[in-house]
């Protein structure tokens, strides 16, 4: 009997290789990255950042397409989620263009590193009960996406920070804002609502064919402008989706529980079916 006890302690006390191996990656190039900025080659520590993306998108979806998904796996992510995406990106920025801005410089990074721990750790506990097609807040891989990819444009555009003064402060203001970004409650779609098992059209191919040349070409441009774009989604959605604009929809406690955003569909939708309910009592009264 205590042999299997001691069995089943030891099975327990397991980790899944596959998906571990994956988040594992995104970490090594997440650490990468900053190694690479402080060598001076920005463009490979830029790179980086967005292979980490890759790898990190990677690992939740394998762990629950193979049935290995743990908690320790979710923690794992996590962390390498803070250095890939928090810690990297913002050092990356750093060591590209703050750094000669002095205490400004190393403040803006501290502002999208901390915002990056605040970020995972709303996340965390906000599992299994957000609302799975959006973000609260834009997420630390995109507001990484913004800042990588501003490093990696500069440097395919040939701007240098050491010329370029205002380019600093370009930097410096991108930063801040992608990390702010985070910890807001702005919405963001998660696109996690997609089923990649299900059937599409053909010409749906076709589309992401044309997506993959068009960020061929020019990776670094499409790439941020992609992210920047997103960036902006949220808060122009947010806007638009609310009567009022109030401060829990901009920053602080978001109970969406309680509170859900009143959005112009729902207020047409009401007002239908006052309509119709008004048409059906006075067809009744014409009846009687």
Request: net charge negative; charged share 20%.
């Amino acid at each position: 009997m205590s042999e299997i006890k001691n069995n089943n302690s030891a099975k327990a006390r397991g980790i899944y290789l596959l998906p571990n191996l994956f988040t594992t990656a995104a970490l090594f190039s997440g650490f990468y990255a900053v190694v690479a900025s402080m060598n001076g080659r920005f463009e490979s520590a830029a790179i980086a950042v967005f292979i980490a993306m890759i790898f990190d998108g990677l690992d939740g979806r394998i762990a629950r397409m193979t049935g290995t998904e743990s908690s320790f796996g979710v923690q794992y992510d996590s962390l390498s989620d803070m250095i890939s995406f928090g810690i990297a990106p913002s050092l990356v920025s750093y060591n590209w263009a703050l750094h000669d801005l002095g205490k400004i410089g190393w403040l803006a990074a501290f502002i999208f590193a901390v915002s990056a721990a605040l970020r995972l750790a709303r996340f965390n506990t906000q599992v299994g009960k957000a609302d799975k097609h959006y973000f609260q807040g834009l997420a630390s891989p995109s507001a990484a996406g913004i800042v990588a990819g501003m490093v990696w444009l500069g440097q395919n555009f040939g701007w240098d920070p050491e010329q370029l003064h205002s380019l600093r402060y370009v930097a410096a203001i991108l930063t801040v804002c992608a990390g702010l970004l985070m910890v807001s409650n702005f919405r963001y779609y998660s696109f996690k609502g997609i089923d990649l098992k299900g059937k599409v059209p053909f010409v749906v191919v076709l589309l992401i064919v044309l997506v993959i040349v068009v960020v061929a070409l020019r990776p670094a441009l499409v790439l941020f402008c992609v992210f920047t774009i997103y960036a902006i989604s949220g808060p122009v959605y947010t806007i638009r989706t609310v009567r009022k604009l109030k401060m829990k929809h901009v920053v602080g406690e978001d109970d969406d529980s309680d509170d859900e955003p009143d959005t112009e569909l729902d207020s047409k939708e009401t007002t239908q079916e006052a309509t119709n309910a008004t048409d059906i009592e006075n067809t009744d009264e014409k009846k009687s």
